[in-house]
């Protein structure tokens, strides 16, 4: 379904049903697990539980607190860096430009005008290679 929304370019559906499959998978796990956050592969004596792995009282007040004070400031952080790229990158920027082929007998190759010589830059790299670099590696010639 969502392979087929991304080809009907319907971008928005598929990164929902992308979000809502990979948050189900997740959700299935903690349910499975519940009340286990970690088994123990020796005895059930060992597994980590919800109540075990819980912070005391004052840690979590003061996360509280903390997250009340920062969480808003790392959202509106988010929403101006958005609003910032926003024009920045379209999906323009990631389609494939379509290459220009001559059909076969066109005016160019009617006139007699023939590749282009072998040597290109790949060749200039090549007999900068030779000529020395790394030091006391090769020759010109």
Known sequence: MTRASVYEDRDGFAFTATTVTMASCVAAIFVDLYPNVMVSSTSSAYNLTVHNAASGNY????????????LPLVLAYQAWTYYVFRKRVSASDFRRPRRHREPRG????????SPPPPGGPGELSRIARCGGWPPGRGTIR
């Open 59 to 70: 840690s979590l007040k003061a996360m509280t607190v903390v997250v009340i004070v920062f």
């Open 106 to 113: 066109s005016r160019r190759q009617s006139q007699g005008h």
